[in-house]
């Protein structure tokens, strides 16, 4: 069974950019930044976020219900909502033993464990509330997708740190070509901003500590990048085999057409200085796409904005891409969406197909001497027939996609 | 304490005020195990011991709040 004819008909996004697949387009093909001071980080070293703006859960999903969950969970379920419709689909109407849930998280939720950790130290064991670890399980995210949706069909959370969004929609891609079900909600999410988490980020050494001009902190590529800007949210893409988006008639917006996945397997945070891991996905992914290097029109790259990795992923284009492709990292608007990054950047690769125009890289100002590949600065018209959305995870591990027109 | 009792389901548990009448049942308001447990938290941090199984007996929303003045300490 060929993965070729995997069609994406739906798309959902909630980001630092904004709810809903328009605004954040607009938005990203804008430069746009998100970046700026996080009131909640007061006390931390870094103090930049990129939050999603005027996020109203109780609104979004009634208030009992935004109660019972975390916030990482809000985020997937409202865009999940927005990619079944503008599927065209009808979960009134469908058979939900065949859908199935594959959707990507790096943390699962934090906030909710510190929350109840306070409550702990504070007042006691009896006091810690019933729905800890409902809220907080990464696997939650499916169960809880299944629960809103009617969705019966293979159900799962794949974790592979900042790739688990990509790793998410390959591994649902997968479902689909071996007949486990017949459309796949896949995805990311991830709501990461906390003091504990982004201190331990900050000690890393990982963020951007560009405090005095927060907004152009995250800036993928460019000479005066110092660390990634740290961002919430998620995006949820439909899956289905083409054959059966042809047979109900529904549009399919692009392909996936092939999905690469690799493992560095040299530092747990540092990526491989030769690429070695990134160029077999990448060569994965075209393998299995059929299509060749040079056919490769764009990348949205991982691009996080921090000095190691923009180095060698462009190295790894360069050497492996022959055709030059414009290169992008929406990064630099959205900010690091961790978990929810690979399946963000892979509706915006989706949208960079359909609608022929690749976004700019936000705040790159002057390209690192040091970094030889086109990288877009203004949304570029630009006819793409296939291009490759990378993401690299803590831990060395890779997955690329590559998306094709449909 | 009927009152009271509506007080802490809509402003702590998020349930909708308007489902939450004398008559109403434990699925009429979608009290589960885990809101159980929840209230009874809440209401001993205001002094009423009251496990979250005996708050699940009670057939009604009104019986609840009946059962949990039986137990408030006059404070």
Same mark, same amino acid.
């Given at each position: 069974?060929?993965?070729?004819?995997?069609?994406?008909?739906?798309?959902?996004?909630?980001?630092?950019?904004?709810?809903?697949?328009?605004?954040?387009?607009?938005?990203?093909?804008?430069?746009?930044?998100?970046?700026?001071?996080?009131?909640?980080?007061?006390?931390?070293?870094?103090?930049?976020?990129?939050?999603?703006?005027?996020? *109203?859960?109780?609104?979004?999903?009634?208030?009992?219900?935004?109660?019972?969950?975390?916030?990482?969970?809000?985020?997937?379920?409202?865009?999940?909502?927005?990619?079944?419709?503008?599927?065209?689909?009808?979960?009134?109407?469908?058979?939900?033993?065949?859908?199935?849930?594959?959707?990507?998280?790096?943390?699962?939720?934090?906030?909710?464990?510190? *929350?109840?950790?306070?409550?702990?130290?504070?007042?006691?064991?009896?006091?810690?509330?019933?729905?800890?670890?409902?809220?907080?399980?990464?696997?939650?995210?499916?169960? &809880?997708?299944?629960?809103?949706?009617?969705?019966?069909?293979?159900?799962?959370?794949?974790?592979?740190?900042?790739?688990?969004?990509?790793?998410?929609?390959?591994?649902?891609?997968?479902?689909?070509?071996?007949?486990?079900?017949?459309?796949?909600?896949?995805?990311?999410?991830?709501?990461?901003?906390?003091?504990?988490?982004?201190?331990?980020?900050? &000690?890393?050494?990982?963020?951007?500590?560009?405090?005095?001009?927060?907004?152009?902190?995250?800036?993928?590529?460019?000479?005066?990048?110092?660390?990634?800007?740290?961002?919430?949210?998620?995006?949820?893409?439909?899956?289905?085999?083409?054959?059966?988006?042809?047979?109900?008639?529904?549009?399919?917006?692009?392909? #996936?057409?092939?999905?690469?996945?690799?493992?560095?397997?040299?530092?747990?945070?540092?990526?491989?200085?030769?690429?070695?891991? #990134?160029?077999?996905?990448?060569?994965?992914?075209?393998?299995?796409?059929?299509?060749?290097?040079?056919?490769?029109?764009?990348?949205?790259?991982?691009?996080?904005?921090?000095?190691?990795?923009?180095?060698?992923?462009?190295?790894?284009?360069?050497?492996?891409?022959?055709?030059? %492709?414009?290169?992008?990292?929406?990064?630099?608007?959205?900010?690091?969406?961790?978990?929810?990054?690979?399946?963000?950047?892979?509706?915006?690769?989706?949208?960079?197909?359909?609608?022929?125009?690749?976004? %700019?890289?936000?705040?790159?100002?002057?390209?690192?001497?040091?970094?030889?590949?086109?990288?877009?600065?203004?949304?570029?018209?630009?006819?793409?027939?296939?291009?490759?959305?990378?993401?690299?995870?803590?831990?060395?591990?890779?997955?690329?996609?590559?998306?094709?027109?449909? | 304490?009927? /009152?009271?009792?509506?007080?802490?389901?809509? =402003?702590? =548990?998020?349930?909708?005020? /308007?489902?939450?009448?004398?008559?109403?049942?434990?699925?009429?308001?979608?009290?589960?195990?885990?809101?159980?447990?929840?209230?009874?938290?809440?209401?001993?941090?205001?002094?009423?011991?009251?496990?979250?199984? /005996?708050? =699940?007996?009670?057939?009604?929303?009104?019986?609840?709040?009946? =059962?949990? /003045?039986?137990?408030?300490?006059?404070?």
């Amino acid at each position: 069974m060929s993965r070729h004819d995997i069609a994406v008909t739906g798309l959902g996004l909630v980001t630092p950019s904004g709810i809903g697949v328009e605004p954040n387009w607009a938005a990203v093909c804008d430069g746009r930044p998100s970046a700026a001071h996080d009131p909640l980080l007061k006390d931390n070293p870094v103090r930049i976020s990129c939050r999603v703006p005027d996020f *109203e859960p109780a609104q979004l999903l009634g208030g009992r219900r935004a109660h019972r969950l975390d916030r990482f969970t809000q985020f997937a379920l409202v865009a999940a909502r927005e990619a079944i419709t503008s599927a065209g689909l009808d979960i009134a109407t469908w058979d939900g033993a065949r859908v199935g849930v594959v959707l990507g998280c790096a943390a699962g939720g934090p906030g909710t464990v510190e *929350e109840q950790h306070l409550i702990l130290t504070e007042k006691g064991p009896a006091s810690v509330s019933p729905l800890l670890l409902p809220m907080q399980l990464p696997n939650m995210l499916a169960g &809880q997708t299944a629960i809103e949706f009617g969705a019966t069909g293979p159900n799962l959370v794949v974790a592979t740190a900042c790739a688990s969004g990509a790793t998410a929609i390959g591994t649902a891609s997968d479902l689909l070509a071996l007949d486990r079900c017949d459309i796949v909600l896949a995805g990311g999410s991830e709501a990461m901003i906390t003091p504990l988490v982004m201190a331990g980020f900050a &000690q890393m050494g990982a963020l951007s500590r560009r405090e005095d001009d927060p907004a152009a902190a995250s800036r993928p590529f460019d000479a005066d990048r110092d660390g990634f800007v740290a961002g919430e949210g998620a995006g949820v893409l439909v899956l289905e085999r083409a054959d059966d988006t042809r047979a109900r008639g529904a549009r399919a917006r692009a392909r #996936v057409a092939g999905y690469g996945a690799s493992a560095d397997a040299h530092h747990i945070t540092t990526p491989h200085p030769e690429g070695t891991g #990134v160029e077999s996905a990448i060569r994965s992914a075209l393998a299995d796409a059929g299509a060749t290097p040079g056919d490769v029109g764009h990348v949205n790259a991982h691009g996080t904005s921090t000095p190691l990795n923009d180095l060698t992923e462009a190295r790894v284009l360069r050497r492996v891409l022959a055709g030059a %492709p414009l290169v992008t990292s929406t990064k630099g608007a959205t900010g690091h969406l961790l978990g929810a990054a690979g399946a963000v950047e892979a509706v915006f690769s989706v949208l960079t197909v359909e609608r022929g125009l690749v976004p %700019p890289t936000a705040n790159l100002r002057t390209l690192d001497p040091h970094i030889d590949i086109d990288v877009a600065t203004a949304a570029t018209p630009r006819k793409i027939g296939l291009a490759l959305s990378n993401s690299f995870g803590f831990g060395g591990q890779n997955a690329v996609l590559a998306i094709a027109a449909a | 304490m009927f /009152e009271n009792l509506k007080e802490i389901l809509v =402003l702590k =548990l998020k349930m909708p005020p /308007e489902h939450i009448v004398p008559e109403a049942t434990k699925e009429d308001i979608e009290l589960d195990s885990l809101a159980a447990v929840e209230l009874s938290v809440i209401l001993g941090e205001r002094g009423i011991t009251i496990s979250d199984d /005996e708050l =699940l007996e009670a057939a009604t929303v009104g019986e609840m709040a009946k =059962l949990i /003045e039986s137990r408030s300490t006059n404070l």
